[in-house]
């Protein structure tokens, strides 16, 4: 037992977890401490404006480089994961001058159907421009991931924060009412800058840009637009969606509410759900190469899940109103009262996101795509809901979320426990010859 802790303690999984979630903890304090001052400036209904932009943000950048950057990791060679990333590049590019072309046409009736008052029309109208930064940094931090750069990618995560944070504080004080926005977009591009940079450091390069290159990976890993795009898209609509439905049965405060309540619940899959995931996905798939176990991985991360969903479960139950009026005023006290509610169905999300890297790198993309379709579909549920008050239906919202997390908990149990057969068979069959 003693060879065995000194050897985790030495292991490359705590090394890289210990990296990515301190550098990302670091990072999201940033925004986080900022919170109670821009809280104090910026009303909940323009807040409640921010997360629907930001919302429509997470749903556009999962179906903007049509899943490719999620291959990066996946070739042996380094031009051949090169040409991946531009082609992943160049997708993101035409599908953003798209999105901007539909918003120009249709801006009132976009506007109508999400319920957001005219004084907000440029958050629409600078979605394609947030989706295309943010989608261009996912590609260039999978090359990150594959190129086990992942103190790079905690310190782009600090630059993108640090300079959001600061832009958004210094707009609060130039009274710059889209000064949130703006900030956001101004995180983007030092992270950009930044990852660009860190990329070419590890081999990152134009000059491996080939378009017959690209047009064979383009058929190679055509798989992910085939089977995970509109299943991720469609993920990515059960999770951001419950903003965008507040903001159209209720009204724009009351997703301002619901997204303070959000960001402070999602601290735990912010600085330690994502990090878990992609150190998993690097780990995972190199044992798998291998034929190695991941049981003591898997043991040590949920282990770790654990304490930390205990911890949040009792501190929103015992002090949410509290919490939420001491530190971003008295108008956001409504926010700990439905974090009261909220707090299983993000504590639930955060356990399954930090496992969900498991179906990449075991291969077991379809599986996890016919859940994530079950998902969407439990979502879509929330539209019959409508006539309910905001705390029924964020009551409704949880009960789903709950039941969802569920189903893919026992998918992954059987996935490890299948994938652990496997390799005690071909020890024992090794072993035999």
């Not at 009412?177 to 860190?198: E, M, P, T």
């Not at 059987?414 to 024992?428: A, G, P, Q």
């Amino acid at each position: 037992m003693k060879n065995a802790y000194l050897n985790f303690l030495k292991s490359d999984l705590l090394r890289n977890t210990s990296i990515l979630i301190s550098g990302t903890a670091i990072a999201q304090l940033v925004p986080i401490l900022l919170q109670p001052v821009l809280r104090r400036y910026f009303s909940p209904e323009t807040f409640g404006a921010y997360s629907v932009y930001l919302s429509l943000l997470g749903i556009l950048i999962v179906i903007s480089s049509l899943r490719y950057e999620i291959a990066i990791i996946l070739p042996e060679k380094d031009n051949e994961a090169a040409a991946v990333f531009f082609l992943s590049v160049i997708f993101n590019l035409c599908f953003n001058f798209l999105l901007f072309l539909v918003i120009l046409l249709w801006e009132s009736e976009i506007l109508s159907f999400l319920n957001l008052p005219e004084k907000f029309s440029i958050y629409l109208y600078l979605t394609p421009l947030g989706t295309f930064l943010f989608s261009l940094y996912q590609s260039i931090n999978y090359w990150l991931i594959r190129k086990k750069g992942f103190f790079a990618i905690s310190l782009n995560k600090f630059i993108r924060r640090g300079f959001e944070g600061g832009a958004q504080l210094a707009f609060k004080f130039a009274k710059i009412s889209n000064g949130l926005i703006y900030g956001d977009l101004i995180g983007h591009v030092a992270n950009i800058c930044s990852g660009i940079f860190q990329g070419m450091k590890s081999g990152l390069s134009f000059s491996l840009f080939s378009p017959r290159k690209m047009f064979y990976v383009l058929n190679k890993y055509s798989e992910y637009p085939k089977y995970n795009l509109a299943p991720a898209f469609m993920d990515a609509c059960r999770f951001l969606l419950p903003a965008i439905l507040i903001n159209k049965f209720f009204s724009t405060a009351g997703t301002g509410f619901f997204d303070l309540s959000k960001l402070l619940l999602s601290i735990p899959l912010a600085l330690v759900a994502t990090s878990l995931s992609n150190v998993l996905l690097q780990r995972i798939t190199e044992k798998d190469k291998s034929q190695i176990s991941i049981r003591k991985d898997l043991l040590f991360v949920l282990f770790f899940v654990a304490i930390i969903i205990i911890a949040e479960i009792g501190i929103i139950m015992f002090f949410g109103e509290a919490l939420f009026s001491l530190f971003f005023g008295s108008n956001w006290e409504f926010s700990g009262t439905i974090s009261k509610t909220l707090v299983w169905a993000f504590t639930f999300n955060f356990l399954t996101s930090s496992f969900s890297s498991i179906f990449i790198s075991l291969n077991k993309i379809k599986l996890f795509s016919i859940w994530q379709v079950f998902y969407f579909l439990s979502i879509l549920f929330l539209f019959f809901f409508h006539y309910l008050s905001i705390l029924s239906f964020l009551r409704v919202y949880v009960l789903i979320e709950v039941i969802c997390s569920s189903v893919i908990s026992i998918l992954i149990v059987k996935i490890v426990i299948d994938y652990e057969r496997k390799i005690l068979n071909n020890t024992f069959q090794v072993g035999r010859g």
